[in-house]
């Protein structure tokens, strides 16, 4: 099924000082998927959101939203936008339906229909039962559920989730990433965070920026692919010859960590442990422990940073 | 609108979910409610000692005191409170983030945080306007007009501060920064007033930005476009700040487009400012019942016969060396041109100079330094720019200022005609409507000339002798002075040559020592005849009126009146003005005294054959009577005889009139010439009218041509009508009832809120 697409950023680039925020930064949002922008902090990802929902102008480049450009008529796009920054916007004096309503009304949602829509968005985040506590009364994960619902409760064609899983215990997480997924039925979402896992774990497609600037940008299949391990560490009893392991099929390289640590580079992970393990006992390396070099983050945005030039 | 609309009520939600606006109210409830009824306590307790009450309207509402009076001065301690959050609580927060990135734009956001501030402003209002309820109930025909006016300009002032309070809280995101920052704000502008006062340009200006005294006209009973402008730009200023700061936070712009964007937006306020202050732009309305701030119709009625206002022109001269340089002083300019202001609302195209000058004065302590030298001294101290300060040269050459003593006098003109304006010394110093409108209709109509005879040992009209007439004459810097309430008073010798007739309004003789040559006894015979007006006053023993007495049909007591005193010289006379006297509009207190000296009394048997006559001023019929034969109070100790004296009632001062041809002749004759002199104008250990006496009669001699009758109708809310205990119920009800119910409904919605 081909999907609409409901946002794009076109050559997007913003300064705040002398220095480019972000530079020529392309992507573009489908209808019902969730857009991961992954980077480290600092890397521009925020900067790129703010733009999206129109909190800061851009300098250069143009960002639309279902086809309506946001810095000409911000007011209209926005009716399409569902923000829900790092730190969610709320009143903690308020209840939650208090704060919805004020939410509806900003959002120029009828009268008539708003109470419908603070049911939807309340159901849809599991806060039906919260609708009269105070929101400084809840905990900091329902505070977050307030913080989407307050992000869908216009029907936007677009949510912005900037970190949402940020501060959250563990089991917080998976409810909030559900949630997510939820939310994407039927609208697309940006969501950003620099936690690789959790880019894994929801989003389907993946725009990577760092320093500025985009390093990669394709689907969620294609970026683990691309971060596919290529190391493993053997740990032996007794080091064998450099040449030894290299003969081995579908070995490319080697490099002695210490005097019982290995590391072995190869091209393709099938079958490598299992031939590594044989070879081993075959040749009575004694072999204490191995595993698959899993790319952290880190090596991932230092792979991939090495495509972001570094004087912008 | 609708989103406007949301914002304000989400704004004082949160205003009321939170203690601190109840907590303005309830003390602010408190302050206002021990005020006013402490100061109507007062005024009861007043009222019980018989005192005479004030304006009780503006005693209790405006003034010094007044509840609009304190509430204007302690409002900036209020407004940070409340504004201090509106948008810093909403960056520290981030809840900015959901009004930014929703579709409202920052007009909606600015102009909703704003509204929400008006609407707690009119709760604020509302309780002030409760006062209402006990003033309508407590004062006899309490002025509301007037109440409600500044109530108007309280309100208007706290929107101006709200405004500035909004910008200074979208500067931060700590609270209590924007709250110090206002204070700081607010405390500027009420001191900008006072910054380069001495460059003509820059002091408009910076006078125009400062909020001292604006609120000032609204609670005292004058409304004007050019103040209300000024709250409103001072308002829309601010308000555009605000909003500029919440698009530079969106935009990227460099620093300097910013500036030149906030300075934009300050010089427009500017120009519009300057334009409304000018007295062209400006229109008034007056909120008190009998029009107080506003010009008496007298006074309008003669600027109205100018037809060319625009050459009407007052043109200060300032001598740096005299004490009177500091109201012409530049830092004062705008003060003194204040006192005008009155005027410059019916002619606002009155022009006002101010020459500076140095040149010799009266007194002088020191004989180090030379003129020049201590002009430049004073220059200094006054900041005037000594350049443009004219040496005793140039000003000599200009106008001879010696008459006036070389100090600060003003020359007002219209239409090549000039007259003096001057000041005085008097606790008030500015001459007031009197003043100012008596040399408006000098320049218009001819000024009454009174001729003084001289040249017989007459009372002098030029130094400061007991017994001269000067100060109530011609003395340049008494306010009460006939020569500063519109007449021309100078000395006649009555010779030979010109008709009296001709060239007087009203002939002045009093107690000539030497005999009157013929040829002035028949000038003034001739005058009397023509039908001109006069005054002859005569001392006991002296005969050298006797023609003129003569003439008229009087005749003098035989004698010199005595009044037994313990504390006085007998012949200190406490006449009395008697009921009669109203006819030609002389009416005193009950009691009120014109001091006599050396006084005789007058018989009127024959002069009411030809003259209507009324005394003006009779002796006491139980402690005066005539003593007979020569005696000498400083060698012997006289004492009343009663076996061959008696005590009367005696007339002393008399008024004569008659019909004479499309006329009326009037004609004062007295049995004492000390009634007008120096020591009796400026007696201090008795309560005398004599002052206001002579003005009346001047003002009878005249037909009331002069002095300018500025009087207003006497104010209606001078009475008190409820009692003490009432008055107590009432401020329980005010000082506790009304705060606690406040406060418990505060508590409860607090408390029930906490619950949730």
């Known amino acids: ?98 704060y919805l309503t004020y939410c509806a009304h ?92 959790e880019v894994q774990a929801t989003c389907d497609d993946i725009v990577m920026i760092e320093n500025g600037q985009t390093v990669f940008s394709d689907t969620l299949s294609a970026f683990n692919n691309y971060i596919k391990p290529n190391s493993l560490i053997m740990e032996l009893t007794t080091i064998p010859d450099e040449s030894e392991i290299k003969s081995i099929e579908g070995v490319t390289d080697v490099s002695i960590i210490n005097k019982n640590t290995i590391r072995v580079f190869f091209k393709e992970s099938d079958g490598m442990t299992q031939r590594l393990i044989r070879e081993s006992v075959t040749k009575g390396w004694s072999l204490n422990e191995i595993f698959l070099e899993k790319a952290s983050l880190d090596g991932v945005f230092a792979q991939l940073s090495g495509k972001a030039p570094q004087n912008l | 609108m609708r989103k406007i609309f949301r914002i304000a009520k989400l704004e004082l939600n949160l205003m009321f979910y939170s203690p601190i606006a109840w907590l303005v109210l309830v003390l602010f409830t408190i302050q206002t409610g021990i005020t006013f009824f402490d100061l109507l306590y007062t005024q009861e307790t007043s009222q019980q000692l018989g005192r005479p009450l004030s304006v009780l309207t503006k005693v209790l509402f405006a003034g010094d005191k007044g509840i609009l009076a304190t509430v204007q001065r302690n409002l900036y301690l209020y407004v940070p409170l409340l504004t201090m959050g509106l948008f810093s609580r909403e960056f520290s927060s981030g809840s900015i983030k959901l009004l930014v990135s929703s579709p409202v734009t920052n007009v909606q956001i600015v102009l909703g945080k704003y ?84 460059y003509d340009l820059v002091r408009e200006i910076t006078y125009w930005f400062s909020l001292n005294g604006r609120t000032n006209n609204f609670v005292n009973g004058l409304i004007s476009t050019k103040d209300l402008v000024y709250f409103f730009v001072i308002m829309l200023m601010f308000l555009a700040f605000t909003y500029m700061r919440l698009e530079f936070s969106r935009l990227i712009l460099s620093r300097s487009r910013k500036i030149m964007n906030y300075l934009g937006v300050v010089l427009v306020c500017v120009g519009i400012g300057y334009v409304s202050s000018m007295p062209v732009c400006n229109y008034y309305y007056d909120s008190t019942r009998f029009k107080d701030r506003t010009l008496t119709d007298t006074s309008q009625n003669i600027l109205d016969l100018m037809d060319s206002k625009q050459d009407v022109e007052i043109t200060s001269y300032v001598n740096i060396l005299h004490y009177s340089a500091q109201y012409g002083t530049p830092l004062n300019r705008i003060d003194d041109q204040n006192h005008f202001e009155k005027y410059r609302r019916f002619i606002p195209e009155m022009k006002m100079n101010y020459i500076a000058y140095y040149d010799t004065v009266p007194y002088n302590r020191d004989t180090v330094l030379t003129l020049s030298e201590k002009a430049k001294n004073a220059a200094s101290a006054y900041k005037f720019d000594f350049e443009k300060v004219l040496n005793p040269n140039q000003i000599r050459s200009e106008i001879n200022l010696l008459p006036e003593h070389n100090r600060l006098v003003r020359f007002l003109s219209y239409n090549g005609k000039t007259t003096p304006l001057r000041m005085f010394d008097d606790i008030l110093a500015y001459p007031g409507e009197r003043e100012i409108t008596a040399a408006f209709k000098r320049l218009l109509d001819d000024p009454v000339k009174i001729g003084i005879l001289s040249g017989h040992g007459e009372r002098n009209i030029q130094i400061l002798d007991n017994s001269g007439f000067k100060v109530f004459m011609n003395g340049t810097n008494v306010r009460s002075s006939l020569i500063n309430q519109g007449f021309d008073v100078f000395e006649v010798t009555g010779s030979a040559g010109h008709k009296l007739i001709d060239s007087i309004d009203v002939l002045v003789v009093s107690d000539p020592v030497e005999k009157i040559d013929s040829t002035v006894v028949n000038s003034i015979s001739d005058y009397l005849l023509a039908g001109g007006d006069a005054i002859f006053t005569a001392d006991p023993g002296n005969e050298n009126l006797n023609h003129f007495f003569d003439l008229l049909g009087i005749e003098k007591l035989e004698g010199t009146l005595l009044e037994e005193s313990e504390d006085f010289e007998m012949d200190l006379i406490q006449g009395k003005i008697p009921p009669v006297a109203e006819k030609l509009n002389i009416k005193f207190y009950d009691d009120a005294i014109v001091t006599l000296n050396k006084a005789m009394g007058l018989n009127l048997e024959k002069v009411q054959n030809t003259y209507e006559v009324t005394p003006l001023v009779i002796t006491n019929i139980e402690t005066v009577w005539s003593k007979i034969g020569p005696f000498d109070l400083g060698l012997e100790r006289v004492k009343f005889d009663p076996s061959a004296e008696q005590k009367k009632a005696v007339p002393v001062i008399v008024a004569l009139e008659k019909q004479f041809e ?89 408390m029930r809120r906490k619950r949730f």
């Not at chain 2, 025909?141 to 309070?165: K, R, S, T």
């Not at chain 2, 001047?698 to 300018?708: A, E, N």
């Open chain 2, 115 to 198: 509204f929400a501030l008006l609407i707690y402003g009119l709760l604020l209002m509302g309780i002030l306007s409760l006062f209402i309820i006990p003033a309508e109930i407590g004062i006899k025909d309490a002025d509301l007009p007037f109440v409600i006016g500044g109530i108007l300009g309280n309100y208007l002032l706290l929107c101006v501060y709200a405004a500035i309070g909004l910008f200074m809280s979208s500067l931060t995101s700590y609270q209590i920064v924007a709250a110090i920052s206002t204070l700081a704000v607010l405390a500027f502008l009420n001191f900008i007033g006072t910054i380069g006062q001495q």
């Open chain 1, 1 to 98: 099924m081909k999907h609409l697409s409901v946002a794009k950023v076109e050559s997007l680039s913003h300064r705040y000082s002398k220095d480019w925020a972000i530079k020529n930064i392309n992507f573009e949002v489908f209808n019902q998927r969730i857009l991961g922008l992954l980077g480290s902090n600092g890397a521009g990802k925020s900067t790129t959101m703010n733009i999206l929902c129109g909190v800061i102008s851009q300098t250069e480049g143009i960002a639309w939203i279902d086809g309506i450009n946001i810095r000409e008529q911000p007011v209209i796009a926005k009716k399409q936008i569902g923000f829900l920054p790092q730190k969610a916007p709320l009143y903690m004096e308020l209840t939650v339906n208090e």
């Open chain 2, 662 to 750: 499309n006329n009326r002749q009037r004609i004062i004759v007295s049995g004492d010439s000390d009634f007008l002199s120096n020591s009796e104008m400026t007696r201090n250990n008795l309560r005398n009218v004599n002052a206001s006496f002579a003005t009346k009669v001047f003002s009878w001699l005249v037909d009331d041509k002069f002095p300018i009758k500025t009087s207003r109708p006497k104010a209606l809310d001078t009475e008190i009508t409820i009692n003490r205990n009432q008055i107590l119920v009432w401020k329980y009800v005010f000082v506790i009832l009304l705060p606690i119910l406040i406060a418990i409904t505060g508590i409860y919605l607090l």
């Open chain 1, 106 to 197: 900003l959002r120029s949602i009828p009268k008539a229909e708003i109470k419908n829509a603070l049911d939807v968005a309340k159901r849809k985040c599991g806060i039906a039962h919260f609708s009269n506590r105070l929101i400084k009364n809840l905990s900091g994960g329902y505070q977050q559920r307030v913080g989407l619902a307050q992000a869908i409760i216009h029907n936007p064609k677009l949510v912005v989730l900037d970190e949402p899983t940020n501060g959250l215990d563990p089991n917080q997480i998976l409810e909030v990433r559900k949630l997510i997924k939820e939310i994407a039925e039927d609208r697309a979402v940006i969501l950003s965070t620099h936690i690789l896992s």
